[in-house]
């Protein structure tokens, strides 16, 4: 592609030529040459397809991270051709995928055989990066002309939420399933909690019998531990942008990581987990068990993003038909006026509910100047919210106001039964 | 170095000239100014219109009978310009010795190319009126295929289907 400063001094070249020519003028076609020969030279000293004379690669280590930890990538640019190549290239800049260390451009000449390489460090924030092609811009050495390549080097780099280990939230599903688990099934069996005494039946064991109630009683009798049980827990992600709007938008990053903290506790207390992100599309992950299903929850949370839908702007087009009754639903959600109407009904249906909030106050009114206005809108926040919260907690909904910038884990460990705002 | 070059050209003129005291010789400077301002206050747009500002300078030196210094002038002008071009470039270890290079490239391409147009003067020509006629349409015609090459880069021509956003009425 030519170049603008080349068209000009084309423009320039064409007007001296044609004074020269219409006056009869010989110096003006005198000073003509030295455009025509710039001109001329300059274009005819860039490199006749460059894409063939460039091999790109790229190469990204780990591709697969945690939020905070660094990936290093490198960019090597090789000159496979005959012909001496300037250049510029830039691989991104790619959104939420900053430079931290190095830079990501590089400018030089490179002779045949000879190889140009970028390294940077970035420290990208969650979700699926996807690095596409690297660009060069191809120069002769005047700027007279210029090809703008592109080279394709899909590379992927994930990073997952993190997320804080809770060490206990007693808050268990209505109903388990008829695997061991950690949810007390209100049923005698085998456990650890002391469940009850019963009469002896041929096949308990020996070891289980209550040998002072078989004294007092003079029949035996064993003793009953409480069966644990798995139950089904689904976590739902609220990713409505409504709920959200006004907030610093690392809110929801919060609300992602609240969510992978739930999923990992209740898969490794043996619990069938699914995972539903509501609000843009309906994205449903089928529960499961284990580490692997673990680290599918942990990559739909990393490509978790906010967005809009008519259809799921309220909490009432919530697919219950996909949420076995009597199981836990741990809802992360700022919560908007109206959804305290359908989490009481969820509760009404036989769910349990928990409502993870988390604050978005606590991120606001941080950073915000400490003036008389300030406070009074932190004031008409904080009633309108308790307001909220007071009617879903009404309902039976269990709800837990988080300030994002202190641990989770404190809040749900002291959290047991629905009649209390945990914040 | 774009800018010291861009000062000495009006300079060379002035010299060139006997070093005149008349005040019309101020409006030589704005050439310079408009360079300047292209440069440090970051408004590329003035350059080019800097760079035509030295070209007329250079060619007014031609009308006046000074052909070699217009030339001097002309040459001095494409060196600012092309410096102006690649100092642009970001600051690195490897830039530097891109702009070095590109640097003796342009210095050898206009010494080579002023070299040439004083060959030239020497030549003695004589071109009849239907070779100035035919010269005159080519020059015409290239001037057409260049605003041509303009209008499309700035996409004064679409293709295809596309849809435009506007409201419905």
């Given amino acids: ?282 994205a449903w992950l089928f529960p499961g068990y284990g580490r692997r299903h673990g680290e599918k929850i942990l990559r739909e949370l990393a490509q978790a993003e906010l967005g809009e839908s008519e259809v799921f702007a309220e909490l009432a087009h919530l697919p219950t038909r ?22 009481g009904k969820l509760v009404a249906r036989g769910y349990r509910v928990l409502v993870v909030l988390p604050d978005p106050a606590s991120l606001t009114f ?30 039976g909904v269990a709800v837990v106001v988080w300030d994002v910038r202190r641990p989770l884990a404190g809040l749900v460990r002291k959290l047991r039964v629905a009649t209390h705002i945990w914040r | 170095m774009a800018l010291i070059l861009a000062w000495i050209v009006p300079l060379v003129a002035w010299l060139g000239h006997g070093y005149p005291l008349s005040p019309a010789w101020g409006s030589v400077l704005l050439a310079p100014i408009l360079w300047t301002a292209g440069l440090v206050r970051g408004r590329r747009l003035l350059l080019p219109f800097g760079f035509l500002s030295f070209v007329a300078l250079a060619a007014s030196c031609t009308v006046g009978g000074r052909l070699l210094l217009g030339l001097a002038l002309l040459g001095l002008s494409l060196l600012a310009w092309d410096c102006a071009d690649f100092f642009r470039l970001p600051a690195s270890a490897r830039a530097l010795a891109v702009r070095r290079q590109a640097f003796l490239w342009s210095g050898f391409v206009t010494g080579t190319g002023i070299a040439l147009a ?13 070779a100035l006629v035919g010269g005159m349409i080519l020059v015409w015609m290239l001037f057409w295929l260049l605003l041509r090459e303009i209008t499309k880069a700035h996409g004064g021509e679409t293709s295809g289907n596309r849809s435009v956003s506007e409201p419905i009425k």
């Avoid at chain 1, 190889?115 to 596409?132: E, M, N």
């Avoid at chain 1, 002391?194 to 039946?201: K, L």
């Avoid at chain 1, 100047?369 to 009617?391: D, G, I, N, P, Y």
């Fill in chain 1, 1 to 282: 592609m030519i170049s603008r400063k080349a068209r000009l001094e084309f423009l320039a070249l064409l007007i001296l030529a044609g004074l020269g020519l219409a006056f009869r003028h010989p110096g003006f076609l005198l000073l003509s040459i030295p455009l025509v020969w710039h001109f001329t030279l300059g274009l005819s000293l860039m490199p006749r397809n460059p894409r063939e004379s460039l091999l790109v690669q790229r190469e990204v280590w780990p591709r697969r991270i945690s939020e905070g930890e660094r990936v290093q990538v490198t960019v090597e640019v090789k000159n496979i051709g005959k012909q001496k190549v300037s250049l510029f290239v830039r691989d991104g800049p790619y959104p939420r995928f900053p430079v931290s260390e190095g830079t990501s451009w590089a400018l030089g000449t490179l002779k045949p055989g000879e190889s140009l390489t970028i390294a940077y460090k970035s420290q990208p924030l969650r979700g699926l990066h996807r690095l596409h092609a690297v660009a060069a811009e191809v120069r002769d050495p005047l700027g007279l002309a210029l090809e703008e390549l592109e080279f394709p080097c899909l590379q992927e780099v994930l990073v997952l939420p993190r997320y804080e280990n809770l060490s206990r939230l007693e808050l268990a599903a209505r109903r388990t399933l008829p695997m061991p688990g950690t949810a007390r099934a209100r049923r005698g069996g085998i456990g650890l909690e002391f469940f009850g005494v019963r009469e002896y039946r041929p096949g308990d064991e020996g070891r289980r019998l209550a040998w002072k109630a078989y004294a007092r009683r003079g029949e035996p009798v064993v003793v009953e531990y409480e069966q644990e049980r798995a139950a089904d827990v689904a976590v739902i992600l609220d990713v409505r942008a409504r709920a959200y709007r006004g907030a610093p938008p690392e809110l929801f990053d919060h609300a992602v990581r609240a969510a992978a903290a739930l999923a990992h506790y209740h898969l490794r207390q043996g619990h069938r987990v699914g995972l539903l992100k509501y609000g843009a599309v309906l």
């Fill in chain 1, 322 to 343: 996909l949420l076995p009754t009597g199981s836990l639903l741990l809802f992360v959600s700022p919560l908007l006026f109206g959804d305290e109407e359908t989490l």
């Fill in chain 1, 366 to 395: 941080g950073r915000l100047e400490k003036t008389w206005e300030a406070e009074v809108a932190r004031q008409v926040l904080t009633l309108e919210r308790w307001a909220l919260l007071r009617r879903t907690q009404r309902s």
């Fill in chain 2, 118 to 130: 004083i060959g030239a003067s020497f030549l003695h020509l004589v071109v009849n009126f239907w």
